[in-house]
């Protein structure tokens, strides 16, 4: 055996790849853990989505093998979607790619554009897989400081001070995961300024748009956006669909063709009963959000109360499926993680695994029911 790639060196096993097994050997054991660590919907989808999916799989002609680009009728319904829901008008043709999940779309992209030694701008904190990619493709990530007062506004001022001439692609993501910042139209437009000025290209990692955030944005919104930037999305937490393993990628054509280029020599098409249900989820109208929202809305209460009593500081204005809590001075984030878990049977999130700027974090999840939370807060009060 003349031993592995260099590439396995540069990554680590994903956290929650590592904690889970730790966390599920605790529930094997029979400790009767609350899981408020990681983001993956416990509300089911919609009815008419399990039932196209279930319809679907009766068909004998329903399992081979499916298009690289998926169904027409899926892409029209993505288009749809962003119609109704951004204002944004995409042609389902050729500016829409349906993906096994925004994830595989974070390695696409970049596969699709990274050399090794580009430089890549990823904020700090931010969803871990932006630099694990990164680091597998040989490529640099940058990390770059989002400003919480101000709705996470990267500090453009400093940017701008920097040599950016090896930076190839930039990574956005509002509703930001792990802080919950929002981000605003105005943040939008001088992201796409910068990105001109420098000739980037940005990604807009769009999941959480529809989680607690009153106006969900699309970047193609935004004057300009379509000429620099590319947008993912998914319905793992807009549909409660983690699952299914169901995204996509928008935007320009030749962009999105450089991305199948690559993808298409990797995976197939979703299985038909896939795409039928995400057709059906995408096709769900308003009370969807809103009913969606109240749930959230009712345990996020309920999670500041329990950070409250861990003495927790936390932005009440923040958006998104997660709540990002600041330690005290002095106390060590993962001493409470541990104590938690280990004395209490409740898992959360230590923030470092997001970026150095993370480190006097813990990020709650809002993936578990009312009762469960309380019975979170009575745990702690013992
Ligand atoms: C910021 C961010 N981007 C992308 C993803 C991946 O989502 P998907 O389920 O679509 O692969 C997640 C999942 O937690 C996330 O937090």
Redesign the pocket.
């Known amino acids: 055996m003349k031993g592995f790639a260099n590439r396995i060196n540069s990554v680590e096993e994903y956290y929650f790849s590592a904690k889970l097994r730790e966390v599920n050997q605790m529930m094997a054991e029979g400790k009767p853990v609350i899981n408020l660590g990681i983001?993956s919907p416990d509300l089911a989808p919609d009815r008419a989505v399990i039932d196209a999916l279930k319809n679907t799989a009766e068909n004998p002609k329903a399992h081979g093998y499916q298009s690289y680009q998926g169904i027409p009728e899926l892409r029209v319904a993505m288009a749809e979607f962003y119609s109704r829901e951004y204002g944004v008008s995409l042609n389902p043709q050729n500016e829409i790619l349906p993906?096994i999940?925004?994830?595989?779309?974070?390695l696409h992209i970049s596969m699709a554009f990274l050399n090794p030694g580009d430089q890549v701008l990823i904020p700090n904190p931010?969803?871990p897989?932006y630099s694990s990619v990164t680091k597998l493709l040989e490529a640099e990530p940058v990390f770059y400081h989002l400003d919480l007062e101000k709705k996470g506004r990267p500090n453009f001022e400093e940017l701008e001070t920097w040599d950016l001439s090896k930076v190839k692609l930039m990574w956005i993501?509002y509703p930001h995961?792990p802080t919950g910042a929002s981000g605003s139209t105005q943040i939008l437009k001088e992201l796409i300024d910068f990105a001109k000025r420098h000739q980037i290209i940005l990604v807009n990692?769009n999941?959480?748009s529809h989680i607690l955030n009153p106006e969900p944005l699309s970047i193609f919104k935004v004057e300009g956006g379509k000429d620099v930037a590319l947008e993912?999305n998914?319905?793992?937490?807009t549909f409660n669909m983690?699952g299914w393993?169901?995204?996509m990628l928008c935007g320009r054509a030749d962009w999105v063709e450089a991305v199948l280029k690559i993808k298409s020599n990797m995976d197939s098409g979703m299985f038909l009963g896939l795409q039928k249900g995400a057709i059906a989820a995408l096709n769900l109208g308003k009370s969807w959000f809103k009913d969606q929202n109240q749930e959230y809305s009712n345990r996020r209460n309920l999670i500041w109360k329990l950070a409250d009593q861990l003495n927790l500081s936390y932005d009440k204005n923040s958006t998104g499926l997660f709540v990002w809590c600041k330690t005290p001075e002095g106390k060590s984030p993962e001493e409470l993680v541990d104590w938690l878990l280990y004395e209490k049977n409740i898992f959360i999130t230590p923030g470092k695994i997001f970026g150095s700027e993370g480190n006097q974090y813990v990020r709650f999840s809002l993936c578990m029911p009312e009762f469960k939370i309380l019975e979170a807060i009575n745990r702690i009060k013992s």
């Open positions: 983001g993906l999940g925004s994830k595989e779309g974070i931010g969803y897989t993501n995961m990692d999941p959480y993912l998914s319905l793992s937490k983690p393993r169901i995204g």
